[in-house]
């Protein structure tokens, strides 16, 4: 694990249809490295979902619903943060992680369907994964990947109760 400290924020969310890719977002995000992330709708099924994977599978993960984009960006900042905005319409990954690996502190908005104009303006980084539309969780996954160099793959999560025994063949599991 590096000491930097990774937050999503997951905007444009819709209860009714979003709820599974919401999950996968957070999960992604959990899986590849980032500490939490922040919902900007009130969903606890999300919530409930993320933390039931979290207890059984380790580390600290949190998720946070019903915060609000605008003063969840600003708190960010006055904090020291940066703050990374993926879409498709930003300049290339590539070309721009090398600059965003410099901070220690950054949130990563994610959107669901039109992300708010203001989102571009106040970003610090809006960053592309191809300028070819695909998904926030594709995205997201991308991101954190080349952010970390591929070490985020060798992560452990601590208090877990549950760990997988990669193997060749099969599926193993041992109970902690
Ligand atoms: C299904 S897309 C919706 C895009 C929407 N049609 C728009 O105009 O913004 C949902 C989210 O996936 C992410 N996304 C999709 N393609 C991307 C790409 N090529 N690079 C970076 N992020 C991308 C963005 O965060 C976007 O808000």
Same mark, same amino acid.
């Given at each position: 694990?590096?000491?930097?400290?990774?937050?999503?924020?997951?905007?444009?969310?819709?209860?009714?249809?979003?709820?599974?890719?919401?999950?996968?977002v957070?999960?992604?995000a959990?899986?590849?490295?980032a500490?939490?992330m922040?919902?900007?709708?009130?969903?606890?099924?999300v919530?409930?979902? /993320?933390?039931?994977?979290?207890?059984?599978?380790?580390?600290s993960?949190?998720?946070?619903?019903n915060?609000?984009w605008?003063?969840? /960006?600003?708190d960010?900042?006055?904090?020291?943060?940066?703050?990374?905005?993926?879409?498709?319409y930003?300049? +290339?990954?590539?070309?721009?992680?090398?600059?965003?690996?410099?901070?220690?502190?950054?949130?990563?908005?994610?959107?669901?369907e039109?992300?708010?104009?203001?989102?571009?303006?106040?970003?610090?980084? +809006?960053?592309?994964?191809?300028?070819?539309?695909h998904?926030?969780?594709?995205?997201?996954?991308?991101?954190?990947?080349?952010?970390?160099?591929?070490?985020?793959?060798? +992560?452990k999560?601590?208090?877990a109760?549950?760990? /997988?025994?990669?193997?060749?063949?099969?599926?193993?599991?041992?109970?902690?």
């Open positions: 694990m590096t000491g930097r400290e990774v937050v999503i924020l997951r905007i444009g969310h819709r209860p009714e249809r979003d709820q599974r890719v919401t999950t996968h957070g999960l992604t959990r899986a590849l490295g500490q939490g922040y919902l900007a709708a009130a969903d606890k099924g919530v409930e979902s /993320i933390a039931d994977v979290a207890s059984r599978w380790g580390g993960f949190f998720c946070e619903d915060v609000k605008r003063s969840c /960006i600003r960010w900042k006055a904090h020291g943060g940066v703050v990374v905005h993926l879409t498709m930003g300049l +290339n990954l590539p070309d721009v992680i090398g600059d965003v690996r410099l901070h220690d502190k950054i949130l990563v908005i994610v959107g669901a039109k992300v708010p104009g203001d989102i571009y303006g106040l970003a610090d980084y +809006n960053v592309a994964v191809t300028g070819q539309p998904s926030e969780i594709s995205s997201l996954a991308l991101f954190l990947d080349h952010l970390s160099n591929g070490t985020e793959l060798n +992560n999560f601590p208090g109760q549950i760990r /997988i025994i990669p193997s060749k063949a099969g599926k193993q599991t041992e109970e902690l």
